[in-house]
């Protein structure tokens, strides 16, 4: 099911000539929409220069804040609407490698590309532009396999940042020794990947280079999680992990979060990874905490869930008479995890398509009907499941997972219920960032926000004001 989600992305970026974009944190005291206590070490922390930064002269001492700018979106949020001033950087996504060694762009992407470029640069925030993606990672492993087709992997990927003026490439292979979609991949993926980006550290040291990575750090040539990662922390200036796509339809038996902030308080056999999690598992291997960003999802998940097990019938008494802001008026309490009704991927919001089938996809297999499934944000306010200011609204069911930190909303007539994230949820991860010291954010992906309800949010939980 995972060939809908185009999500994990490598960001390789050097730090530009021209004056680096930065944002600027605000003292605790000032930031009054934050929920971050005065006491927290908040952004502060975050402005620390890593003792083991990359190995440019890139001020990776810099928060990031920044998003993936989807091309097949630029209808929904022209580059001329992107709010330039609350990103350090953006990436634009996706260009695709190909079998024969070239960096592929869609002619779309080639006419849109200088466009979004030339935005950033006009409000000083970093383009960068990221290559692979869920279906376009078939190819990393021959193009990085051994010394001849690195240096040429790299030299394509210079010749894309020269050509487009670009201060950054990011890297979206999903993932290193595995088959994802349909990848060729081998047992030497991660460490011929840390080769290749050695190579192009050395080519390009002023570059701002980034991956997006998965909650567990890419496994070795044993198959299982790498247990020394700090090379990637020389090469690279910071890392994404893509705290999302945790639970979905046609992946999990159960309806569970999307994007949990933390997992280890869940019911045993529902800690499937989380944002907690997955900073433990990539510290703990030798990534510093600085060099991190955690990638927010401004997107959810709908599953099929059947109304006769959809709620949560001994407390919906209790709410009647609650006013507690955790359940917004009018809304009727969910069942936390319940089963799955059936594997079929519903209907998501009005950007939805049906996809009829019958085609051939990118790994060449018949394609069969069906939904994406995905609820923006945007969409959840815009198709009315939520209001102006991402409540739930009365009428839908309704649950915010204390552990997770993550709501929920059932909509009883679609048999749909969905897992997403919202200001209150991405205020917690905020905090998270600020408290553990990470190095910022990523948003995927910058069209699925609404009035700037979750960029806000992150942002004034951490603290950063715009520059
Ligand atoms: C990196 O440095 C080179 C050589 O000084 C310069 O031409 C290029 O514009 C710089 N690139 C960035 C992104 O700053
Ligand atoms: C960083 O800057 C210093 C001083 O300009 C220079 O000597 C050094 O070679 C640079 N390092 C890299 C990796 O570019
Ligand atoms: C890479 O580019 C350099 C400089 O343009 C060139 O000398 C070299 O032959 C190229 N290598 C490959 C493998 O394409
Ligand atoms: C995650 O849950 C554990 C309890 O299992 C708790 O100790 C910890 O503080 C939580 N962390 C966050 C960031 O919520
Ligand atoms: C929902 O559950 C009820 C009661 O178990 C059952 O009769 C009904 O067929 C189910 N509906 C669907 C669509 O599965
Ligand atoms: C799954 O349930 C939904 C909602 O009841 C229904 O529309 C859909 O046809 C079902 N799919 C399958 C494969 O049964
Ligand atoms: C949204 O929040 C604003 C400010 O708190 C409030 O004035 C407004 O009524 C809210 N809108 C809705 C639809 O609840
Ligand atoms: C470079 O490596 C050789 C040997 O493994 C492969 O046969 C080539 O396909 C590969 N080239 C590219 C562009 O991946």
């Known amino acids: 099911m995972l060939y809908m989600l185009p999500l994990a992305l490598l960001l390789v970026t050097l730090s530009s000539a021209w004056a680096a974009p930065m944002c600027s944190l605000r003292s605790a005291s000032s930031a009054a929409a934050s929920p971050t206590p005065s006491s927290s070490p908040a ?97 990393f492993s021959s193009l990085v396999g051994n010394a001849d087709n690195r240096t040429a992997f790299v030299n394509a990927s210079m010749q894309l940042v020269n050509q487009y003026n670009l201060d950054g490439l990011d890297f979206d292979w999903e993932y290193p020794g595995s088959s994802g979609d349909c990848n060729v991949n081998s047992p030497d993926d991660t460490q011929n990947f840390l080769s290749f980006l050695q190579e192009l550290r050395g080519q390009a040291s002023n570059l701002t280079l980034s991956a997006a990575v998965s909650l567990k750090p890419w496994v070795d040539s044993s198959g299982n999680p790498s247990t020394d990662v700090s090379g990637f922390a020389k090469a690279l200036d910071y890392i994404a992990i893509m705290d999302y796509d945790v639970f979905g339809p046609g992946w999990s038996n159960n309806v569970g979060p999307n994007a949990p902030l933390n997992d280890t308080c869940a019911p045993s056999g529902d800690q499937d990874g989380s944002a907690v999690s997955a900073v433990n598992a990539w510290t703990a291997s030798g990534f510093p905490a600085n060099q991190i960003v955690l990638a927010l999802a401004a997107y959810g998940h709908g599953f099929v869930v059947n109304s006769s097990t959809a709620f949560d019938s001994s407390n919906i008494a209790a709410s009647a008479s609650s006013t ?144």
């Not at 309490?333 to 799955?340: H, Q």
């Not at 959840?380 to 909303?409: E, K």
């Not at 897992?419 to 905090?431: E, H, N, R």
Request: proline share 6%.
């Open 43 to 139: 952004g502060g922390s975050s402005l620390t220069p890593p003792a083991t930064s990359g190995s440019g002269n890139s001020s990776n001492n810099d928060i990031v804040a920044t998003a993936w700018y989807t091309g097949w979106n630029s209808a929904q949020l022209p580059v001329s609407q992107v709010s330039w001033d609350k990103y350090t950087s953006m990436t634009y996504a996706f260009a695709l490698p190909q079998s024969d060694g070239t960096i592929l762009l869609q002619s779309s992407d080639v006419a849109l590309l200088p466009q979004f470029v030339e935005a950033a640069h006009s409000h000083n925030t970093k383009a960068l532009l990221t290559i692979g993606g869920w279906t376009g990672s078939m190819y």
């Open 324 to 467: 507690s802001s955790a359940m917004p008026a009018g809304t009727t309490p969910i069942a936390a995890y319940p089963t799955v009704g059936n594997s079929s991927t519903p209907e998501g919001d009005s950007t939805d398509a049906w996809s009829p089938g019958g085609g051939v996809d990118e790994c060449g297999r018949p394609t069969s009907p069906g939904w994406g499934g995905i609820w923006n944000f945007a969409g959840m306010i815009t198709g009315g499941v939520l209001d102006q200011n991402g409540t739930a609204v009365s009428g839908v069911g309704y649950r915010f997972d204390t552990c997770s930190q993550t709501p929920y909303v059932y909509l009883e007539d679609k048999q749909t219920m969905i897992s997403y994230d919202d200001p209150t949820s991405i205020a917690a991860k905020g905090q998270f960032i600020a408290e553990q010291g990470l190095r910022g954010f990523a948003i995927w992906e910058a069209a699925g926000d609404y009035n700037d309800l979750l960029l806000d949010a992150v942002s004034n939980a951490i603290g950063i004001e715009e520059h």
